[in-house]
């Protein structure tokens, strides 16, 4: 009888235990429990789908905004979309799409070579700026700042433009204040290089009568 009574207890003990595991609150708790896997799980699988719908990463280009590297770069990619090595079919040279004889005048008397030679059409550029920039440098005085068709004059503009159509014919443009154009064979104006190529900071080339382009 003892014995019986002893399992008896035993068992009560269990059933007890069980009960209280399964209480209304602990089970509340194991479905609050479920429910916040259940968000948390949509919480990360939108985090997922919304990463791996995101458009591709644009490929870094950095940011040269308004200084003469930004001018040069600027310019290229007009001229040539920066390709060193293309001649166009009007016989015009590389990266900024010079001329024979404007290379002559700054040093350069063999094109070919002038063509498979990044670093000289970099000093190419440079030893041209320099070159516009003394024969213009009275007309860069007058009219930096003034308004001509409607486009503000300023010194980036201006070699630009010299660049398009020689110092010479941007010496009429502005003289005659807009009044004698140029468009080059692809029809583009100085007053469109004028517009586009505005405001950048070329103070760092310096005006030289004598500018020559070298590979040392």
């Known amino acids: 009888m003892i014995k019986n009574i002893g399992k008896f207890t035993l068992l009560l003990t269990i059933c007890t235990l069980l009960k209280l595991s399964f209480s209304s609150e602990t089970f509340i708790n194991f479905i609050d429990f479920q429910e916040k896997e259940e968000v948390a799980s949509v919480e990360v699988s939108n985090k ?86 003394w024969i213009l440098r009275r007309d860069i005085k007058r009219f930096n700042g003034m308004t001509i068709n409607g486009v503000l004059v300023t010194e980036s503009g201006i070699l630009a433009a010299a660049h398009l159509a020689g110092p010479g014919s941007v010496k009429k443009y502005l003289r005659s204040y807009g009044e004698t154009g140029f468009e080059d064979a692809f029809g583009t104006s100085i007053k469109h290089y004028m517009k586009k190529f505005s405001g950048y900071d070329t103070s760092d080339v310096k005006a030289n009568k004598k500018a020559r382009a070298t590979t040392i």
């Open 48 to 133: 997922v789908f919304a990463f791996n719908t995101l458009p591709p990463k644009e490929k870094f280009t950095p940011t040269l905004g308004k200084s003469f590297i930004g001018f040069k770069e600027a310019l290229a990619f007009k001229e040539s979309r920066g390709d060193y090595f293309t001649v166009n079919k009007f016989g015009y040279l590389g990266k900024y799409q010079f001329g024979a004889e404007t290379l002559k005048m700054i040093g350069i008397y063999n094109p070919n070579q002038f063509l498979q030679n990044p670093e000289l059409q970099e000093k190419a550029f440079v030893a041209n700026a320099q070159r516009n920039k």
